[in-house]
């Protein structure tokens, strides 16, 4: 694609950027097949194609309008698209920097950018989040229908906000620091509780630094990017002592972690690219590129200790071998499989400790959770929900598996079967067995 970016952006960092991604788009089209949107709407402007013409405009000096706004906003930054194109086009990147121009050029109504600060504002704040939601629940009788899904219930039987099982100390040489997040702790404070299970069976301890919060992608999706990556450098200073730490006495504790460890892949998605969001900020570059090369999710942690895992699934009470199998309906998340590039490890790891993984059509597409996309889109959201609940439920499965908060509390407004994050599946398998810790001699 030919590109001449107007002289406000030509010249600056994020410009070059985007006219390198502008030239790799050779308009083929194999995108508008995966384009959640572009099903539902049949548009081309709701299609990475379509607007990735809209963003070469504005960046050519176009004029900007509100129906360019519209149609950026519509993306679910899913990024299926970048899975199928044969031309490596870097979509989402080009998607941040577009929408951050539009913002810019436009702006908002008053009304539309005060709901964007309430939710930039409450859902990084665990505290503030965590005090809405139990006043959402006490109220949640009296909400309206569509206000009433942003309020997940306390029902069925492992329930939203509560978590099982004692929290582990950190007694292993081995080490990894665990992200905490905005809303999990709130809503799924079990999901790290159960990583840390897990992983304490196979030698390893994670922890947790105090001082690391938001990961920084709600603010920098909202186009306050400046505050996303004003989260982001708090994360890498509360991280950095422990990734420095040679000997004892410092918040490390015995040495050095391995890993930064993700039990949420929109999260995981977001610390992973660290490296090359920061990598002009001279303060920070280096750290945050090394923050991004240790960061790893929770399924990738799981797949490098086969080793060890392969025992103790072994004396499960039902194995792969087994000819009793629960069946589960696998949701991978979109940051997972289409951002991270991590597609069937966690999902080898609940069949090899004895599940039957459903088959689920469509799997590619979006479940329509993107961040805040359910609530800043709910009509299209709802459509995209309905239709991952009919492929997820069309095998009959007991139960729905996934790897991230977002995604578990959406589907779980669309479905009676218990959604679940899949760290908290196979700890619940492997807590079957003795509470000692496999690896001897790590500790």
Not at 146 to 164: I, R
Not at 244 to 260: F, H, L, R, Y
Not at 273 to 298: P, V
Not at 381 to 404: C, D, F, V, W, Y
Request: glycine share 10%.
């Amino acid at each position: 694609m030919q590109t001449s970016l107007a002289d406000f952006i030509k010249d600056s960092p994020e410009g070059q950027e985007a006219d390198a991604i502008l030239r790799s788009c050779v308009h083929c089209g194999f995108c508008l097949s995966v384009c959640p949107t572009y099903q539902l709407l049949g548009d081309e402007l709701d299609s990475p194609r379509g607007r990735i013409y809209l963003m070469k405009q504005v960046l050519e000096g176009a004029p900007v309008t509100e129906k360019t706004q519209l149609h950026l906003d519509r993306c679910l930054t899913c990024r299926a698209c970048e899975t199928v194109c044969p031309s490596g086009v870097r979509y989402g990147r080009l998607v941040d920097i577009g929408r951050g121009i539009v913002e810019k050029k436009v702006g908002r109504s008053f009304a539309a950018g005060t709901k964007r600060f309430v939710l930039r504002q409450s859902l990084t704040s665990p505290g503030l989040f965590a005090s809405l939601m139990k006043l959402g629940r006490m109220v949640r009788p009296l909400l309206p229908e569509k206000l009433k899904e942003s309020v997940p219930p306390l029902t069925g039987k492992k329930q939203l906000g509560q978590s099982s099982g004692a929290a582990l100390p950190a007694r292993h040489a081995r080490r990894m620091l665990v992200l905490g997040g905005c809303v999990q702790p709130v809503l799924a404070p079990n999901i790290n509780a159960a990583a840390a299970r897990v992983l304490d069976k196979l030698g390893i301890s994670l922890i947790q630094a105090p001082a690391a919060g938001c990961c920084g992608a709600v603010s920098y999706h909202l186009n306050a990017q400046q505050e996303g990556l004003d989260y982001m450098r708090r994360n890498v200073d509360a991280w950095w002592p422990y990734v420095e730490t040679e000997g004892t006495g410092k918040p490390g504790g015995a040495g050095k972690v391995e890993a930064i460890v993700m039990t949420a892949s929109g999260c995981g998605v977001t610390v992973k690219d660290y490296g090359h969001l920061l990598r002009h900020d001279s303060a920070y570059a280096e750290k945050a590129a090394r923050i991004s090369e240790l960061t790893k999710d929770i399924s990738e942690i799981v797949q490098a200790e086969t080793q060890a895992l392969f025992p103790l699934i072994e004396r499960l009470p039902f194995t792969a071998n087994s000819t009793v199998k629960p069946k589960l309906a696998f949701h991978s998340p979109c940051t997972l499989q289409h951002g991270m590039r991590i597609r069937g490890v966690a999902e080898k790891i609940l069949i090899a400790a004895g599940f039957e993984l459903t088959h689920v059509p469509d799997a590619h597409l979006c479940c329509g959770s993107a961040g805040t996309y359910s609530i800043l889109q709910p009509e299209l959201s709802r459509q995209l929900l309905e239709n991952k609940i009919i492929a997820l439920e069309s095998g009959t499965p007991a139960r729905i598996a996934t790897g991230n908060i977002g995604c578990l509390v959406h589907m779980q407004n669309g479905t009676s079967l218990p959604v679940e994050h899949w760290i908290e599946i196979l700890d619940e398998k492997l807590r079957h067995i003795d509470a000692q810790p496999f690896a001897p001699g790590n500790e």
